[in-house]
């Protein structure tokens, strides 16, 4: 009996010792499958914005609420040096100068680390997320303005200067840059900031014709600035001296050369009236000439070969007729001696006149002497009309052509009879 209730006693204690076993178990393994079913993955350390200074260390390990021997870590579009470590999450970088000696790294300028952590049994539990790495040196490092050019340039009017303002960075780069110039220019592209290029055509009237000084320098001043106001300046020279405007001295020449040829046709054709004058009183002078002497000597024939006395009488009178001819040639064709010269006058200067132009004649519409022979033309063609300024010019008109005063003026009968005589 004793025995019976023994192995009873033992049967109930069993199954009470299993009961509390099973009531122990059961919520401690619904307890890790709702955490590792319901609880959501996050990094319980994120630290979002770093600040490290320039040959320093940053170390930093991530942590998150679940296992770290079950997930892993990675890291996307990341500086250079930057390093996570991908099972522990540890994020590894050492700022060296050498990255913003290179200029791959810059100062005060932040730059986002995209990192994150994943399951390695489920793709869907992973977290993505982000944190920022500014970089700062106590030394402080000025930016320059370097301009592409040399400090001094040489130009001319109507010359096109361009030139790129480049910036080298510091440790803040430049944001900002002013144009100054020592006198007023206009139409030109001014510089606002670092890589714009200046751009100025220099006009033709930059130098004055009433100015004392044949050249003149422009000085520009490029003064740049970062968000502090630290400023640094550069300057750049443009020494200029007077140019040509070829299309317009082309059309003044062309106006020039015109007037010149118009004065010349009213020169000759001028001389071609004063010739003929000279010529045609040449003519009734010579008739006056003849008939005197004719008369002269046909009266000392008839006086000293007639029979009759009345023959000899009238021989005696004739020549006293022909000495009475002599103030009837004065009174009705005068000598044209001044008309003569004045012809002569007025051929010289035509015939010089035709010369220069010739000889001054442009070999281009971009003739690199173009200012001094339209000088020497200009100072020809007032000489010559300072010379005749007494004297009218003949006007063309339907009795004057202009083609019969160029065929007679080339008339090599004439052209002989005015050139100058070598004694």
């Known amino acids: 009996m004793k ?16 009961q509390d076993t099973t009531k122990r178990i059961l ?10 079913v319901e609880v959501p993955l996050r990094i319980i350390n994120l630290n979002p914005y770093f600040t490290l200074h320039v040959d320093s260390i940053l170390q930093y390990d991530f942590e998150i609420n679940k296992p770290a ?3 892993h870590w990675y890291m996307k579009n990341a500086p250079l040096g930057v390093k996570l470590d991908k099972s522990t999450g540890i994020l590894y970088f050492k700022a060296d100068k050498s990255y913003f000696k290179s200029g791959k790294l810059k100062y005060d300028q932040p730059y986002q680390v995209n990192l994150g952590v994943q399951s390695l049994f489920n793709p869907d539990e992973k977290v993505d997320t982000s944190c920022t790495i500014v970089f700062y040196n106590t030394e402080i490092i000025q930016s320059r303005i370097k301009p592409s050019v040399n400090g001094m340039l040489f130009a001319e ?4 200067i361009k030139f790129r303002v480049q910036c080298e960075d510091g440790t803040f780069p430049i944001e900002q840059i002013t144009m100054f110039t020592n006198m007023p220019i206009a139409q030109y592209k001014s510089v606002k900031s670092c890589d714009e290029d200046f751009i100025w055509m220099i006009p033709f ?18 003064v740049g600035s970062d968000k502090f106001s630290n400023k640094d300046t550069a300057q750049v020279r443009i020494q200029i001296k007077p140019g040509i405007d070829y299309p317009r001295q082309y059309l003044v020449y062309q106006k020039l ?3 010149i040829d118009n004065y010349v046709a009213s020169l000759k054709l001028t001389f071609y009236v004063l010739s003929n004058t000279v010529k045609k009183n040449k003519s009734t002078r010579t ?8 008369t002269a000597l046909a009266g000392t024939v008839v006086a000293t070969t007639a029979q009759s006395q009345q023959a000899k009488d009238i021989g005696k009178i004739l020549p006293s007729i022909g000495l009475t001819l002599v103030p009837v040639k004065e009174a009705t064709a005068p000598s044209k001696t001044q008309e003569q010269n004045m012809a002569t006058q007025v051929r010289t200067v035509a015939k010089r006149l035709e010369y220069l132009l010739s000889e001054n004649a442009l070999i281009g519409e971009r003739d690199p002497d173009v200012l001094a022979k339209t000088k020497k033309l200009q100072e020809e063609l007032k000489q010559a009309r300072m010379q005749l300024v007494d004297f009218p010019l003949v006007e063309f008109d339907e009795k004057f052509t202009r083609e019969d005063a160029e065929k007679y003026f ?14």
């Open 205 to 222: 009237d930059f130098i004055r014709d009433n100015d004392t000084a044949k050249q003149k320098t422009l000085a520009i001043s490029f």
């Open 257 to 259: 050369a015109t007037e």
């Open 157 to 160: 009017e109507g010359d096109s």
């Open 410 to 423: 080339e008339n090599p009968k004439v052209n002989k009879k005015y050139r100058p005589k070598m004694n």
């Open 3 to 18: 025995y019976i209730l023994a192995v009873i006693m033992l049967l109930q204690w069993q199954i009470i010792f299993s």
């Open 27 to 36: 919520p401690d393994s619904a307890r890790l499958q709702k955490d590792s």
């Open 287 to 294: 008739t006056f000439d003849i008939t005197g002497s004719t």
């Open 69 to 71: 021997e079950r997930y």
